[in-house]
Each structure stands twice: as structure tokens, then as C-alpha cells.
């Protein structure tokens, strides 16, 4: 029986995203935007940057010309927000200010506003790690709103929750993996009433479910602490599942066409991994005996996903690991075909448009490639000049590595990037 899988856009129905939309984490969650996108700039050719309220490390999400994002404040991240901004002008629309239900004294290695918001048509729906989740219409008013923590309990873990909903025409769904209660939820759009909910077994992940769709039918794919599981996106049933993944509690999973490309690759745990242990690869979605199931298409031994989500684009997967180097495997085979050193690390997740991919590194510089199967460096391009910065006080200090500014995130839309830090988001482009 022969398997079709389309995007998410093709999975909505009546729903339509555009050129001018960037609707969830990752878009539509393949990385992928339509148009013609700029390959230079520099800190002089910034359309504009804007600073925001609080910090947060969601990324923003477009819709029909209004960027929003979200952000904590307070020492005990005891201040929530959610911001609507002119896509482009960077003037504020909306702000809605609430206090989060679960509370807890922030560090450089503790979630603050992580969970990147959705959009439809009918509005954005955001998920803090305090547990609420609230939906507005465009014009800022609330919908609804429900609180996971007073639902199902606290969530338990050392860096906080990290996980941003998925989305379907009428659901968002939400996984939430941690020492406690574990679990997959889908809330209807409209009232933020369950659909169903999924337990799972407790783990530690703060990775992001993706959607795609099969046959006609809707599936929810969670790349996590050990597994990848798909699920029935009209029941939460349990579909198929692949054990024994190391390393793939930060990188999410990528879905194209009908490969789903999984990132990891480094066990977390002192222990050795058990043999057979996969860690970087790419599964086939493929139906047995009439139900919906997978095939291991190839393994990468030696590419890594540390924090990035790896990138399926123009018949090409992309990994890029902690220190970042770059390695490309031909999508369909799995052959290596380079492994390269880029300009910096990445935090945010590669983005693929026109004839390129490209790669927002934390310290504010983008490595522009050409989208082929050879290594080929097109522009190196700044947001800010580099100079040093002095530590903030207060509690622990930062390493290196958690030194402000960094880019946590980029959304793609009508031909510009969103590029956002903890306190500021740039826009690059006309």
C-alpha cells in the first residue's frame, strides 16, 4: 500500500498559509519559507529592532502582518507576556500582561518562556512553562484560558519545560515530558477543553511534537528522551514507536515528505547507550498490513543534533552540533556528503528558503549556504558588533555560553526574518 505525507499546510483543510505567515515552531514544522529571502546584512541594514518586556526564548511566530512572541519576568519568572508587534514597523499592537501559576527562581539554565505561541486565522494560542495556556483573538482579547499545573500537577525537572505545541484546524497539542506525570494532550481550538490526553512514561525532554499527515490522516510525531512515538491525532492513540533513540531530548523531529529525520546523537546519561541505540537518522512512514507504521532509512554515526532540530531541504538533511559544524546527508540514502564548520553554534533551528539554508548562530551571526549537495559558504552576516559584556549580577553568574545577547529564534514571513533574542527582535529584510 503505497504511503502519502504531506506537510502540515496541506494537513489544515481550510485553513491557508501563505508566504506572509509563519504560524508555529519551525513554520509549519519543516524550517521551510516560501519566497525569496536576503543572503547579506549587516547591524546598518537592519530594517529595525525593537526591545521587548521581560526575556524569553520562544520563537516568534507571523500572521496576516502581526509578529507575536512571549516573554517572562521577575526573579521568580512571576510576570508573563504575551506581545503583539507591526510586522513592519516593530510598533507594539498589544501587550497582555499575567502572573504564571508555577513559579520558580530563574537561572542561564532554566526555561524562561521557551514554548514558541501558534497562529490561525482565528487567533494565537501560547503555552507558558508555568503551565497556563491562553488564546487570544488578533485584536489581544482573551478567548480562553486553563492551566496544566492545577490540572495534571506541577512540572518537575531541572530546566524547566521547553516543549511548544503543534497544531491541527481545530487542535493544538502539547507534550509535556518530565520526572513527574508525563504526558501528550490535544486542546480544542475553540473552548481549550481536552480532546483526549495520552499518558507517557515519565522522562526528561524538551523537545516539540510535529504534525503530518498520511492517507488522509492526521499524526502526531514526539521525538523524546529515548523514543519516537506517532499517535493519532483525532484519538491520541498510540501508532507506532521506536525505542532505544539516544541523545534526543533537545532536538525535535522533522517532518518531509515521508521521512521524518530525528536529531540527537549524544547520550545525556554517563552510561553507555545500549547496543543498537540509534542516534541521529531518518525514519520512512510506510503502512504493514494496513496500518500506519515505519522503516529505519538510514543512521548518521557521526552527525550530531545538539540543540538545533535538523533540517530536511532540496533532497538534502542538515545536522548541526553544539560547537557548530555542519553535517549534510543526501535525504533519500543517508550518504555523508560534507561535514563543515559554520561561523559559530546555533541554537536556533537551520532554516531552508529559495536557494539557500540558513544557519542563525547565538552570537547574532548567520551563516548563509547555498542548498546543494557540496559545501558552499555564500555570506557570513552580523546583527550586532561584537563587544564584550559584563555578566549580569544576581544570582549565579553565566558562563560563556550564556552570556547575552542570543538568538533563540527566527520566523520567516513575506520576505523578511524575525531574529529574536531574550530582550530584542530584528527584522531583516524589505
Not at 496541506?10 to 519543516?30: E, I
Not at 536576503?38 to 525593537?50: C, L
Amino acid at each position: 500500500m503505497r504511503t502519502s505525507l504531506t506537510f502540515l499546510a496541506l494537513s489544515l483543510g481550510p485553513v491557508a498559509f501563505g508566504a506572509d505567515a509563519w504560524p508555529g515552531f519551525r513554520g509549519t514544522g519543516d524550517s521551510v519559507a516560501k519566497g525569496d529571502y536576503p543572503t547579506e546584512w549587516s547591524p546598518k541594514t537592519v530594517a529595525w529592532k525593537v526591545d521587548l518586556p521581560g526575556y524569553g526564548q520562544s520563537c516568534p511566530v507571523v500572521w496576516a502582518g502581526t509578529v507575536y512572541l512571549t516573554a517572562v519576568g521577575g526573579d521568580q519568572r512571576e510576570k508573563g507576556y504575551v506581545v503583539a508587534l507591526d510586522a513592519r514597523t516593530g510598533k507594539e499592537k498589544w501587550r497582555h500582561t499575567f502572573e504564571p501559576t508555577q513559579k520558580a527562581k530563574w537561572s542561564f539554565t532554566i526555561s524562561r518562556a521557551a514554548p514558541t505561541p501558534c497562529a490561525d486565522a482565528a487567533g494565537v494560542y501560547c503555552f507558558f512553562e508555568g503551565g497556563n495556556v491562553i488564546a487570544f483573538d488578533h485584536a489581544g482579547k482573551v478567548r480562553w484560558e486553563r492551566n496544566l499545573v492545577k490540572d495534571y500537577g506541577e512540572f518537575q525537572g531541572g530546566h524547566g519545560v521547553g516543549s511548544s505545541p503543534a497544531q491541527t484546524a481545530d487542535a493544538i497539542f502539547i507534550l509535556i515530558d518530565h520526572r513527574g506525570p508525563s504526558y501528550l494532550v490535544a486542546l480544542d481550538k475553540a473552548t481549550g477543553k481536552n480532546k483526549w490526553k495520552t499518558d507517557r512514561e515519565p522522562r526528561g525532554g524538551w523537545s516539540s511534537p510535529v504534525v503530518a499527515t498520511r492517507d488522509g490522516k492526521v499524526e502526531v510525531i514526539a521525538s523524546s528522551a529515548g523514543t519516537i512515538v506517532g499517535y493519532a491525532a483525532d484519538t491520541g492513540k498510540e501508532l507506532w514507536k521506536l525505542d532505544n533513540v539516544v541523545g534526543n531530548t533537545l532536538p525535535s523531529a522533522s517532518v518531509v515528505g515521508d521521512r521524518v529525520l530525528f536529531g540527537g546523537g549524544q547520550s545525556r546519561s554517563k552510561e553507555d547507550p545500549a547496543p543498537g541505540a540509534k542516534g541521529n537518522g531518518c525514519l520512512k512512514l510506510v503502512s504493514k498490513g494496513g496500518k500506519p507504521s515505519f522503516e529505519t532509512a538510514w543512521t548518521a554515526k557521526v552527525g550530531i543534533s545538539n540543540y538545533a532540530t535538523p533540517l530536511g531541504y532540496e533532497g538534502v538533511a542538515y545536522f548541526v552540533n553544539q560547537v557548530g559544524v555542519v553535517y549534510a546527508h543526501d535525504l533519500a540514502g543517508g550518504k555523508e556528503l560534507f561535514a563543515e564548520r559554520i561561523d559559530g553554534a546555533c541554537w536556533a533551528s537551520p532554516l531552508g528558503a529559495g536557494k539557500h539554508v540558513y544557519f542563525f548562530g547565538k552570537d547574532g551571526v548567520t551563516t548563509v549556504l547555498k542548498a546543494s549537495k557540496e559545501f558552499e559558504k555564500v555570506a557570513s552576516n552580523r546583527l550586532w558588533e561584537p563587544k564584550a559584556k559584563a555578566a549580569p549580577t544576581g544570582g549565579k553568574e553565566p558562563s560563556g555560553e550564556y552570556l547575552d545577547p542570543i538568538v533563540y529564534g527566527v520566523a520567516a514571513a513575506d520576505g523578511a526574518f524575525f531574529v529574536r533574542t531574550g530582550t530584542q527582535l530584528f527584522r531583516v529584510g524589505k
